[in-house]
DNA sequence: GACTCGTGTCATACC
DNA sequence: GAGGTATGACACGAG
């Protein structure tokens, strides 16, 4: 259903192309009848154009919706198939959409407050767009601008309705973009309504005669930037699309806006070689570049329409690419034509760095990572002095002779925050460019951007070939090398925890958690065997046969370097007690724990880790002396408490003790083991002993010194255990330190390319020979010099010492 | 009963 | 060479 309200949408000037367009199917049904009747054909034209249409479209300028077809359905196509064509996929335009918004909708596209609308709605876009990733939309903006040879305006006025018919005058002048246009920025585009003196429908509803007179001076405007009657003409078209091809990195970048929007639109207009009128080209025809290049973004906004509006990739990413068009199409008309599925700010670099982002956020998905992780990753922080330090200075001159097309091209785009003053105005879905720099289609940025030695910086040199095809073999990362999928594991996974999963709590408790020296090492401070050291360093301190025990426990915990060895010590306690029992000989190393179990069984259960600490290392004894060891009842110990208890203590003795009772050493194994060689020497002169004993004493000292190594042994060999995991750690957080450190200087690196990129093309596409063209970056390059200066070289130079240099590290590594 | 763990002991190497 | 230390290997008990 075609509707003003529609009708309002595409603006004054669609207005302008519906009675052209409806003037013209109205010509094809009624050309039979032209010679018969031509006055009923000029009456129903005048109609149509200077009655209902107008009508029409005063109706809608006061925003009363009318519905046009039925008024028209009974003899006449409905307006949408004869402005459109049977495609209707271009009806909307998301400028006036937006002017058709609570909040657009009152604006005229001349008034000062339209920036100010627009700066709103972009600021607002911004904020929408923080939190998800944007895709273009599928509006399609259409402008179309009507031109009267004669310089008469039509709409408004009765001599336009004349013009209209007049059949060999009337030319159709669409706006820049061939009819299907960008979505351009709202800034960039108040900047093209004003430089195109495009007029929009001033939307109030008093319609003065002063505001149809602006109507009529915008369109004159538009008329007075005049087009060729030749522009139009089909085979014309064709035949320039040959030296376009040569001509148009340049030529679209002359201040030639008006016949460029012209004869972009011819290419999107069929010319009726009887009337001379133009007509939308069919798209299903495919026979015009353009009408196939329109179905092919019908196909991309079709791939990438869902994922934009609900989140869903499209099912084959292989088609959006094929939709991509490729280099082989000709920039100009590339643009044009990848311009209708951006929205807001993407030009169509803008798309490929949002394709290039939306592969890389599938790769990082992949990777079990978050998409934002890639936008935090590739999106430039706030205040990043990167980002700002490559901005100049709001005042920097802007080269009028940059043509508005080449405000379009992809990289210009970014331009804008470089050169222009909406640097700060520059949303923030154009951070989104600063994505991987190795464009896996080419885009009109290569043919424009070309294959330089500066462009080497960016591209592959196999890319920079303005004859590359998105067909080509995928390119190398430059940078991929230095990420490896493992580095982008890890990297991927801290950027997960520290800027995803964690808020800063988390992340910092995850940071403590990373930087303690826990982990493994906990769990070995919770066992057992981990004692503290304050337990080692006592039974350190008390008898021999304690600190067996003690010292085993304690050998786990990581303070063995600092305590020392661990050695026997002479435990008064024990000393008393065997000078009391006349027992001769060290103490068994797990009798004072036992002795404390027996005496008070509730210490030990309250040291639950001692449990399996007191061994009964008495196997040596004949087993009825061990079964004599069993504990006794509580009874017999309250009969003859001391000397149950001696017999206990005496059924803990290790076997050395008791080999030194049986041999009657007359001193404890504690001293046998502890006295220095010297005193010990000097203790054995003082007894006579026989060699029995004396061998005894020696294989007594030599056990207890041996017992007491290997517990030390032990002890540093569980230290040494625990020390590699404290080194692993420490590795581990170092590695995760420098893989963030890369991931920094990696995101600045490509944001300085990003920026070096900017400023190539910047440069390029000022620069002009003697005859004042641009010059072609399929056939020139810019080159920095080794003093500093910049060097315009032909391309195939350029790709030479490209070359060369490539070569350089290849040999070197060799 | 197999297994693990802690411990003591031996043999050996080294200082 | 003796003494001390370190360490691997083994055995044993306990869990």
Redesign the pocket.
């Known amino acids: 259903m075609w509707t003003v309200e529609t009708v309002s949408h595409v603006g004054l000037e669609d207005l302008d192309w519906v009675s052209n367009s409806c003037t013209f199917r109205e010509d094809l049904k009624t050309k039979k009848h032209k010679h018969s009747g031509p006055s009923a054909m000029l009456s129903l034209k005048k109609y149509l154009t200077e009655g209902l249409l107008q009508f029409t479209i005063l109706l809608s300028l006061i925003g009363v919706r009318v519905d046009v077809d039925t008024y028209l359905t009974s003899q006449l196509p409905p307006l949408r198939e004869i402005i459109l064509g049977p495609s209707s996929a271009y009806t909307q335009t998301q400028f006036h959409n937006l002017r058709n918004t609570l909040d657009g909708y009152g604006i005229h596209p001349k008034s000062i407050d339209l920036d100010n609308y627009f700066t709103a709605r972009r600021l607002l876009n911004q904020v929408r767009a923080l939190d998800r990733f944007q895709v273009p939309t599928t509006e399609v903006n259409a402008w179309l601008v009507h031109r009267d040879p004669e310089g008469s305006v039509s709409g408004s006025q009765p001599s336009s309705g004349l013009a209209l018919e007049s059949s060999s005058g009337l030319q159709d002048v669409t706006g820049p973009d061939n009819g299907v246009r960008e979505s351009e920025t709202e800034q960039g585009f108040s900047e093209d309504l004003e430089d195109l003196g495009a007029v929009a429908p001033p939307v109030s509803g008093d319609l003065t005669k002063e505001d149809i007179d602006l109507i009529d001076i915008l369109w004159r405007q538009d008329i007075d930037l005049g087009a060729g009657r030749e522009i139009f003409d089909y085979s014309h078209r064709q035949k320039e699309q040959d030296v376009d091809k040569e001509l148009r990195d340049g030529a679209e970048q002359e201040d030639t806006w008006p016949g460029e929007g012209a004869e972009a639109l011819a290419r999107n207009l069929l010319v009726d070689g009887e009337t001379g009128e133009s007509f939308p080209a069919q798209v299903p025809g495919g026979e015009d570049q353009t009408a196939l290049s329109l179905e092919e973004c019908l196909r991309l906004l079709e791939a990438t329409c869902p994922f934009g509006e609900n989140a869903e990739f499209p099912a084959d990413i292989s088609s959006i690419t094929e939709a991509v068009p490729s280099e082989s199409e000709p920039p100009g008309l590339q643009n044009n034509l990848l311009s209708p599925l951006l929205t807001g700010t993407e030009s169509p670099f803008d798309l490929e760095q949002q394709w290039q982002d939306l592969m890389s956020i599938m790769e990082m998905q992949a990777m079990e990572v978050n998409t934002s992780t890639s936008e935090v990753l590739y999106n430039a922080p706030p205040g990043d002095p990167l980002s700002t330090n490559y901005s100049l200075a709001p005042n920097t001159p802007i080269n009028q002779n940059v043509s508005l097309h080449q405000a379009s091209l992809g990289g210009c785009s970014q331009d804008f925050s470089l050169f222009s003053p909406e640097v700060e105005s520059l949303p923030v879905a154009s951070s989104s460019t600063l994505l991987p720099l190795v464009p896996s289609n080419s885009t009109s940025l290569n043919s424009t951007f070309g294959s330089t030695n500066l462009a080497g910086l960016f591209f592959p040199p196999q890319l920079n070939g303005t004859a590359n095809d998105t067909a080509g073999p995928e390119l190398p990362d430059p940078l991929g090398g230095l990420l490896d999928e493992a580095m982008l594991d890890e990297i991927s996974l801290m950027d997960l925890a520290i800027e995803e999963g964690f808020n800063p709590v988390q992340a910092s408790q995850l940071e403590e958690e990373f930087d303690s020296d826990s982990g493994l090492s906990l769990d070995s401070s919770h066992?057992?065997?981990s004692l503290s050291s304050s337990e080692g360093s006592s039974s350190s301190s008390s008898s021999s046969s304690s600190s067996?025990?003690?010292s085993?426990?304690s050998?786990?915990s990581s303070s063995f370097s600092e305590e020392g060895?661990v050695?026997y010590s002479s435990d008064s306690e024990t000393l008393d007690l065997e000078e009391a029992e006349g027992a001769v000989g060290y103490q068994?190393?797990?009798s004072k724990f036992c002795r404390m179990s027996y005496q008070d069984p509730s210490q030990l259960s309250c040291l639950p880790y001692l449990?399996?600490?007191g061994?009964?290392?008495?196997?040596n004894m004949a087993p009825s002396a061990l079964d004599s060891a069993d504990l006794p009842p509580p009874s017999t110990l309250k009969k003859g408490s001391k000397e149950k208890q001696a017999d206990f203590l005496d059924k803990q003795m290790?076997?050395?003790e008791h080999r030194a009772r049986a041999m009657k050493i007359p001193f404890t194994n504690d001293k046998i083991i502890n006295l220095?060689?010297e005193e010990?020497n000097e203790l054995l002169s003082k007894y006579q002993l026989s060699e029995a004993q004396l061998s005894l004493i020696?294989?007594i000292?030599?056990?207890?010194?041996?017992?007491?190594?290997?517990?030390?042994?032990?002890k540093?060999?569980l230290d040494t255990i625990l020390n590699l995991e404290r080194d692993v750690e420490d590795l581990q957080r170092d590695k995760a330190r420098l893989l963030r450190e890369k991931v920094e200087f990696l995101r600045s690196l490509r944001q300085m390319k990003q920026k070096v990129q900017s400023l190539y093309q910047e440069v390029f596409g000022r620069l002009r020979d003697e005859n004042g063209r641009p010059y072609s970056p399929s056939q020139y390059a810019l080159q920095y010099a080794g003093d500093g200066s910049v060097l315009l070289i032909p391309r195939t130079l350029a790709d030479q010492q490209a070359r060369r240099q490539e070569r350089k590290p290849k040999d070197r590594r060799k």
């Not at 000292?701 to 032990?714: E, I, L, S, V």
């Open positions: 066992s057992p065997s067996s025990s003690s085993a426990s050998s786990a060895a050695g068994p190393e797990y449990e399996h600490v061994h009964n290392h008495t196997y290790s076997r050395d220095p060689v010990f020696r294989d000292r030599r056990r207890g010194k041996n017992k007491m190594a290997a517990q030390n042994c032990r540093r060999k």
